[in-house]
């Protein structure tokens, strides 16, 4: 068996919900959205108005600052609304479905055959070339540029995350025609890592042409980031692409049926769902089919997310699943004081420290609110990123180094090599109750400002 890169430090959430693994079948959803703040550094550029007739795979916007980037619809049917927020910023372009689905034809062709050139040009066309991210910077790869490796995480250890080897399943060809269309991107290696603590799906360790690695360990064990960290490290200057299981397969769909379908399978997780599972459903879907007549109470008094609870975001009952996202959460909304607080036992309680009680219940589950319980405090070492954080850098200094803008500091402390969720556990544990994945994000921001993509 090749090398197991075992991770030793990170934290698994033990939260109640997770998904069964039965699929179930729903309507078509009431509506579908595609939201530009979904994409990192992203200035749309619309191509529809409201009320506009579109097909799957229709434009929608592209990126103003690369006109080639487009953003299509995942179903056709009628643009029903551009919704803005402040300054007119596009927040989300909904398209109600139509009943039955039309599709624009891009032409089905073998991977194999087409030079590099030609598959970026079709995959930009279809709208799949958002789907291929770069690191550093965690943003959409720019097509002019070639990359000395790609790598796709065939596993998520972030809290109640879906099985991804259950989810792509019967998913094989599409997945390996994927595969076949990515490797034309780079000189170099696709790499393809795995759980080492179970056999993985077929899926993935048939597929040819790659290079597997193999890893084992607590949250974030299965974040991409971490792995380049441990596979192949990197520095000012390097360039690393990064593809989703799933979004392979819907590259490999383009390729095969020369169509961009964006139908893919997300779990509906957490503590507040009747009946977690799997659900068959397409990119930007709204949830409120899924989630209705599944709850255990009023919607008001739940959070929705888009993603786990680490990285996700919040949106409504009726809201919209995100571009990346391969999962829903619902949690209860922490909008209550607690009597005695962290006073209290805590035998309901969940902490990395031995604080409450509940450690004495190892195999425990929790049904963990979202109450912070406490306000933002002086920032300081406490040690406590650094057992959650598997990766070679000073988390705290390089997050203060962002706070002063020191670019050189965040450079030698390591910001190439990080995005949100990989310190998102960072964030779940600091005492100091600091937002460390915005402030890294406005690191990031400012180092594409000043030093370029």
């Known amino acids: 068996m090749p090398k197991v890169h075992k991770i030793r430090k990170g934290l698994n959430i033990p939260l109640k919900g997770e998904a069964e693994k039965v699929f179930s079948r729903v309507d078509q959803a009431e509506a579908y959205a595609v939201k530009p703040i979904d994409f990192q550094g992203l200035t749309p550029k619309l ?76 995959m930009q066309r279809a709208g799949v070339w958002p789907m291929v ?40 060809e599409a997945f390996q025609a994927g595969i076949e269309a990515i490797q034309k991107l780079t000189d170099g290696k696709v790499n393809i890592n795995l759980n080492a603590e179970y056999p993985p799906s077929n899926v993935f360790t048939k597929v040819k042409g790659v290079e597997f690695n193999y890893f084992s360990g607590p949250h974030p064990a299965g974040n991409v980031g971490i792995q380049i960290h441990h596979i192949e490290p990197i520095f000012k200057g390097d360039l690393i692409w990064t593809v989703a299981p799933l979004d392979v397969i819907i590259i490999g769909r383009l390729f095969l049926k020369g169509i961009y379908d964006a139908t893919k399978i997300i779990a509906l997780t957490g503590s507040e769902v009747q009946r977690p599972r799997y659900f068959t459903v397409k990119t930007g879907a709204s949830i409120s089919n899924i989630v209705s007549n599944n709850l255990t109470q009023p919607a008001d008094k739940l959070r929705f997310i888009s993603g786990d609870v680490l990285t996700g975001t919040s949106i409504a009952d009726n809201g919209f699943l995100g571009f990346y996202d391969n999962m829903v959460t619902v949690i209860p909304e922490g909008n209550h004081y607690e009597f005695l607080g962290w006073a209290s036992p805590g035998i309901n309680k969940f902490s990395l420290t031995r604080t409450f009680l509940s450690k004495l219940i190892p195999d425990k589950k929790f049904a963990l609110h979202t109450n912070l319980n406490g306000g933002e405090r002086a920032y300081v070492v406490t040690g406590q990123y650094d057992k959650v954080l598997p990766m070679n850098i000073y988390p705290v200094h390089l997050i203060k180094a962002i706070l002063a803008k020191d670019i050189d500091k965040m450079e030698s402390l390591g910001i190439y090599e990080v995005v949100e969720e990989d310190m998102a556990l960072c964030e779940y544990v600091c005492t100091s109750k600091t937002e460390v994945q915005s402030i890294l994000r406005e690191g990031i921001d400012l180092m594409i400002k000043e030093l370029g993509e």
């Open 47 to 122: 191509s529809v108005k409201e009320g506009d007739k579109v097909k799957a795979g229709s434009p929608l916007f592209s990126n103003k600052f690369r006109p080639n980037v487009v953003f299509t619809s995942p179903v056709s049917g009628e643009v029903f609304m551009v919704r803005r927020g402040e300054r007119r910023k596009i927040l989300e372009v909904i398209v109600h479905p139509d009943t039955v689905q039309e599709f624009e034809d891009f032409g089905a062709e073998q991977p194999s055959q087409l030079s590099r050139e030609q598959i970026i040009e079709k």
């Open 133 to 172: 991210k770069q690191r550093p910077y965690g943003i959409i790869a720019n097509p002019e540029e070639k990359p000395k490796s790609i790598h796709i995480s065939a596993f998520d250890s972030a809290p109640l995350s879906p099985d991804l080897d259950f989810a792509v399943k019967d998913e094989a």
